[in-house]
């Protein structure tokens, strides 16, 4: 869509804002409850500006992101203004307690909740990853040795295994583990079924840990993985190019810096531009000017064969996002606890 249309759009918004303030100005609770739903509902306008975003270029996606945050923030203060309105209105003339219907006029005026910050980013991904053709699967968090290591190409000597990162069980005599990467979910999915595959798999992980600022013994990541004939690394560059592009909703100056991982060949981390010293270098980026974002790779033809796929036929690219990091990135925070303290001065403020 050009540009004159985006611009359009925006008016509309605009447009549609001055109308919807002018009516909360005007409503009684009950209107009050109606508007509501009519601009953040599921079907409601905010709603549907918000589901068309993705069909925009990157730099009309950030002006018209830009707009839409405006409009919200325009129509929720105009709600909140309301009712506090309307409750100084009960306090000051009906003194009488008998007179208020606490379920339905007390209800309301509570501020709805929104997303917590982690789920909020993993439905971010997973839409993008979606309007680029790949599905969603699931994984179990319980897995054995085979799913998480052997058949990932974690030989029995690798450190990773070690008791001191992975928790292990004992489920009736077989030992069990607690899965330390999404990655087993690649296996699951390739055991049943042939190329070509383009899924990915979010889900919690477990390392045996203690917590720090930037450590936690439960996170979330998401897997990806594309299996199918003729599939090169600029397969894999472009989807994570344009991942990270409407993710942080702009361009950023990013990088592939070549890296090791048992289940990839070759194998690589990407790294965006640090956003607070913008490449120059400070305390948060370890004065690196860059920050890692992702690791990935080719997948290694040893995974291919430990499910029984054609390796010279089949091949393929696989990524791990870490869900938190992602979100820290994004919204510069530092310290990844804060996810996790239930803090609502926090939690409110995405
Ligand atoms: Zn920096």
Same mark, same amino acid.
């Given at each position: ?17 001055? %109308? ?21 509902? %599921? ?8 589901? !068309? ?8 996606? %950030? ?29 000051? !003339?009906?003194?009488?307690?008998? %007179? ?7 209800? #309301? ?15 971010? /991904? ?10 969603? =699967? ?28 992975? #928790? ?5 005599? /077989? ?27 979010? +889900? ?26 003729? /599939? ?8 994570? =190019?344009?991942?990270?592009?409407? #993710? ?10 070549? !890296? ?20 120059? +270098? ?6 690196? +000017? ?6 990935? +790779? ?7 064969? !430990? ?31 804060? #996810? ?11």
């Amino acid at each position: 869509m050009d540009i004159v249309n985006i611009n359009e759009l925006i008016g509309n918004i605009e447009l549609f804002v001055n %109308k919807i303030c002018g009516k909360i100005k005007k409503s009684d609770i009950k209107e009050l409850r109606i508007l509501k739903t009519k601009c953040f509902g %599921k079907n409601g306008i905010i709603t549907n500006f918000s589901k !068309s975003l993705p069909q925009y270029n990157v730099s009309d996606r %950030k002006k018209f992101g830009l707009q839409l945050n405006k409009a919200k923030k325009i129509l929720e203060d105009a709600i909140v203004k309301r009712i506090e309105k309307s409750k100084s209105v009960y306090r000051d !003339s009906e003194p009488h307690h008998e %007179k208020l219907s606490y379920s339905k006029d007390f209800c #309301f005026p509570f501020p709805k909740g929104s997303l917590h910050p982690i789920i909020q980013t993993i439905q971010d /991904i997973i839409a993008i990853f979606k309007s680029l053709g790949f599905a969603v =699967v699931d994984g179990p968090e319980l897995e054995t040795d085979w799913y998480n290591f052997e058949a990932l190409n974690i030989p029995e000597d690798h450190p990773s295994r070690d008791v001191q990162d992975t #928790f292990y069980l004992n489920e009736n005599g /077989i030992k069990k583990l607690l899965r330390t990467h999404t990655s087993p979910g690649q296996i699951h999915i390739m055991e049943k079924q042939l190329p070509p595959i383009k899924i990915i798999v979010p +889900g919690r992980v477990y390392r045996n840990e203690t917590s720090d600022a930037s450590h936690s013994s439960i996170f979330y990541q998401i897997e990806g993985l594309e299996i199918s004939e003729n /599939i090169t690394f600029m397969d894999l560059k472009a989807v994570l =190019v344009e991942f990270i592009n409407r #993710f942080f909703m702009s361009e950023l100056n990013l990088r592939f810096r070549p !890296s090791y991982f048992q289940f990839t060949e070759p194998s690589a981390e990407v790294d965006i531009q640090c956003n607070f010293c913008k490449g120059k +270098g400070c305390k948060i980026c370890k004065n690196l +000017g860059w920050m890692e974002v992702l690791g990935c +790779g080719m997948v290694h033809p040893n995974v291919l064969k !430990s499910v029984n796929y054609d390796f010279q036929k089949y091949i393929g690219y696989a990524f791990g996002i870490g869900v938190e990091r992602i979100t820290m990135l994004k919204h510069n925070i530092n310290d990844i606890r804060l #996810f996790y303290e239930n803090d609502l001065r926090f939690l409110k403020q995405f």
